[in-house]
């Protein structure tokens, strides 16, 4: 009788773990950093699945990555599993996704949107938006041309 019982149990605890949802692929899921090694933050994003996140995904333009076990982060799911059996994910595209989110509703509201320049390129400067990295044509940012782009980066 208890081997019986323990078979119902398994089968019950079997048709769960079938029943649990999977995150989609391509959509933002949140994770727990369980660990940190060679470069790389190991995270558990649930559904038995962990990824790893090159630590300089976690770093703004210019800065260190700033990120410790235990913190929790939204990460963009490319694929549920790779070759090495772990969840393909990516901050990076999840701060994209997020800061398009961003952009998008501020564009609908009419609102300004403020970011960091970060670099200069032919005509103009790169700035971040919080995760989206935007064109700002030299011609926006004063009204004579700027010789010295050493005080507005950053």
């Known amino acids: 009788m208890a081997q019986n019982a323990s078979m119902e149990e398994f089968e019950a605890l ?12 391509g959509s933002v899921v949140k994770g727990k950093v369980i660990a940190i090694e060679a470069g790389q933050a190991i995270i558990d994003i649930g559904y038995k699945m962990e990824g790893r996140v090159e630590l300089k995904e976690f770093a703004n333009p ?13 990460v963009f799911l ?3 599993e790779n ?20 952009l ?15 670099g200069r ?3 103009g400067f790169t700035v971040d938006l919080g995760g989206a990295v935007a064109f700002l044509p030299g011609s926006q940012v ?12 950053g």
């Open 104 to 118: 998008e509703k501020a564009y609908a509201d009419e609102a300004r949107v403020e970011g960091a320049i970060f």
């Open 142 to 153: 004063d009204v004579r041309p700027v010789r010295d782009a050493g005080p507005l980066l």
């Open 78 to 80: 490319d694929r549920v």
């Open 83 to 102: 070759a090495r059996g772990e969840a393909s994910i990516s901050r990076d595209k999840a701060r994209r996704e997020e800061a398009w989110d961003r």
């Open 14 to 25: 079997l048709n769960e773990s079938f029943e649990m949802d999977t995150p989609d692929e």
């Open 121 to 123: 390129v032919k005509g």
């Open 62 to 74: 210019g800065e260190a990555p700033e990120i410790a076990v235990g913190d929790e982060v939204e």
